[in-house]
């Protein structure tokens, strides 16, 4: 009998002109989601590309004037050498390295850069990583694949699946189903079945054929996304299940099945979103900027004792030399220092609000199955919120480092030399992928789908009236 349904579920579906087409516009849009990921992957490519062989000239153009020197001659711009030019002017580049699997799933990309120049002038509380974006397009997203799948799969599930039982009830065939000795659960639960599978491959077929088209190699990391793929589907599907079982007439499924995708892929991670800003105010970035300017403007009036009182906390630093060509500098990188320590409190209270509010989305994504699937999917292309934060928080590490390196440099009154030049620090960052994330969301929506499918299974009678 199961084989003899599956069969009938197949014929009825390789008839359905609607289900065909349906599925063509389907591939058609997962194909252009991976287009338009594509073009925006290359787009940052070619600028990162740039910024590599831009600081790369800079560079050499240092190493040229060192090799000079050290030949004896005496170059016109050899104050390049100088430690400052080298943090500042010259400076180094911390970059996320591009990773082609961003195509299909945005992410925060669109907000945050992949790069920024590192220089010892610049202050950790002032790093700025996000880029001008039009409002607009990040208000309503980007048309990628993980919106295809985010928000047009349950449209999809609901279009074949919310009047599987309730057209059987009103054009009368049920009562005769019923008549048979056969359990209509099971029944409607086969015809599910069927539709899911198909769909699956649909969806299959779909996703590899844009991955090929955009050239990603298989990977475990695809392998995740299309376990959370599918498990999303089982949700919605169940979902289905239950308003059928439930359900008296088609038109109130589909209202009801809507309503449902509505709160749960609309309404609740908008909700969420907003609350964790409530709950947990960032403190305003301009009235820290403004911390920032005061405190800036009171130090250079007493540079001198900022100096002084530097050198006090920092005796190896303390030199006899009479000549000191980079006095500036030095009272600069006290300064710099003193005001960091002054503002490490509402520093930190920011990057805790932040933090508290990622800690809140986390809690609250079982509200949402999109959520629970988004964070997974996002997070396998290397595009979530928490593989942004981790390279922020390695820049500004490097920044820090950066800055040390030449500390000692400014302070002993010396131009770097070749030597100096390749024993310079190296920004080092690889983007990490938690597994447990994956595996945690994807029972999180398995124990959800079947709690709900089994209610729809408690139900013991039909409801034969309209």
Request: a negative charge; hydrophobic letters at 45%.
């Amino acid at each position: 009998m199961l084989i003899q349904n599956i069969r009938h579920e197949i014929r009825l579906l390789s008839r359905s002109s609607w289900f065909l087409a349906l599925s063509v516009l389907f591939t058609l849009l997962c194909l252009y989601a991976g287009y338009n990921g594509m073009k925006l992957f290359e787009s940052r490519a070619v600028e990162l590309e740039k910024a590599k062989a831009d600081q790369s000239a800079l560079f050499e153009r240092v190493v040229n004037i060192a090799e000079a020197v050290e030949n004896g001659e005496t170059p016109d711009d050899s104050y390049r050498l100088s430690p400052m030019n080298m943090s500042i002017a010259t400076g180094t580049l911390a970059y996320l390295q591009t990773d082609l699997l961003s195509a299909v799933a945005i992410g925060q990309s669109d907000l945050y850069t992949h790069q920024i120049k590192v220089s010892a002038r610049e202050d950790l509380a002032t790093l700025t990583f996000t880029e001008m974006s039009n409002p607009v397009q990040l208000l309503f997203g980007n048309f990628d694949l993980a919106f295809v799948l985010t928000y047009l799969i349950p449209l999809i599930i609901i279009a074949f699946t919310y009047n599987l039982q309730s057209q059987e009830l009103e054009s009368g065939r049920l009562r005769l189903l019923a008549s048979n000795p056969i359990n209509p659960r099971l029944w409607l639960f086969q015809r599910y079945l069927t539709r899911y599978i198909s769909l699956g491959f649909i969806l299959s077929v779909a996703v590899i054929l844009t991955l090929s088209v955009i050239s990603v190699q298989p990977s475990y990391r695809i392998a995740g996304m299309l376990l959370i793929t599918f498990v999303y589907m089982v949700f919605w599907f169940a979902l289905s299940f239950v308003i059928n079982v439930y359900g008296t007439s088609s038109a109130k499924n589909a209202i009801v099945l809507l309503s449902f995708w509505i709160v749960l892929v609309l309404v609740i991670p908008a909700v969420v979103n907003q609350a964790t800003n409530i709950i947990h105010p960032a403190p305003s970035r301009v009235i820290l900027l403004n911390e920032i300017r005061e405190t800036k403007k009171e130090l250079s009036e007493k540079q001198d004792q900022v100096l002084a009182e530097y050198l006090r906390n920092h005796p190896e630093l303390v030199r006899d030399d009479e000549e000191n060509r980079f006095a500036y500098w030095q009272g600069f990188f006290a300064s710099q220092e003193i005001m960091e320590n002054q503002l490490s409190g509402l520093i930190q209270e920011f990057d805790e609000q932040l933090a508290e509010q990622q800690k809140l989305v986390n809690t609250w994504r079982f509200l949402s199955p999109s959520i629970l699937f988004q964070t997974s999917f996002t997070d396998m292309a290397g595009t979530s919120t928490r593989q942004y934060n981790d390279f922020k928080s390695s820049v500004k590490e490097f920044t820090q480092q950066w800055r040390e390196h030449f500390l000692p440099m400014v302070f002993d009154n010396r131009m770097l030399t070749l030597d100096d030049l390749n024993k310079l620090p190296a920004f080092e960052y690889n983007s990490t992928f938690e597994s447990k994330t994956l595996t945690f969301n994807v029972l999180a929506l398995i124990l959800i789908s079947g709690l709900i499918l089994m209610s729809g299974f408690k139900k013991n009678h039909i409801n034969f009236q309209l």
